[in-house]
């Protein structure tokens, strides 16, 4: 790690290490995610949207709920829907029993967004961490796991 990051002295102590090492993997990791991603000109966030409103099938969810759910947080969850929909991935209305929602639903032009990405999008795991074998993808799972804070875990 201090190779790659070209510093000359040791790191404080070894969670230091660690906490940059991890921090270095995840974001080497999105790259290359982001490069799966960018034929369909979408960023890992906007698929993480998209993926967890077809979860949702066609009752889609509040802003706040798709907020909940995402892998990384995004601040701006309102803008971020914005976009969606003016591409027309996404459509936006009020709920019908409680005005003040609105509810956000992947559109039929979303859906074949992800299933052209689908195949892709599986394999990368596949392919960047299969290598570890099942006992060390479970062992680094847990660990990940011990990592989060309490409210995410």
């Known amino acids: 790690m201090r190779k790659e990051i070209k510093q000359s002295k040791p790191f404080a102590s070894l969670e230091e290490e660690a906490f940059l090492s991890l921090q270095r993997t995840a974001d080497g990791l999105m790259r290359e995610m982001a490069e799966v991603l960018k034929p369909a000109r979408l960023s890992p966030v906007q698929y993480n949207v998209l993926r967890i409103l077809r979860g949702a099938g066609d009752a889609g969810l509040a802003c706040r709920e798709i907020g909940e759910r995402m892998i990384k947080r995004d601040p701006d969850i309102t803008r971020l ?18 005005r003040r929602v609105i509810t956000t639903r ?5 859906l074949q967004v992800l ?14 961490m299969g290598h570890l074998g099942a006992e060390r993808l479970r062992s680094l799972t847990r660990l990940l796991d011990l990592l989060r804070p309490e409210d995410e875990a």
């Open 81 to 98: 829907l914005d976009r969606l929909e003016a591409r027309g991935l996404v459509t936006r209305g009020r709920d019908r029993a409680d």
């Open 106 to 110: 992947v559109t039929a032009e979303g």
């Open 115 to 128: 299933k052209r990405l689908d195949g892709a999008t599986m394999e990368f795991p596949r392919r960047r």
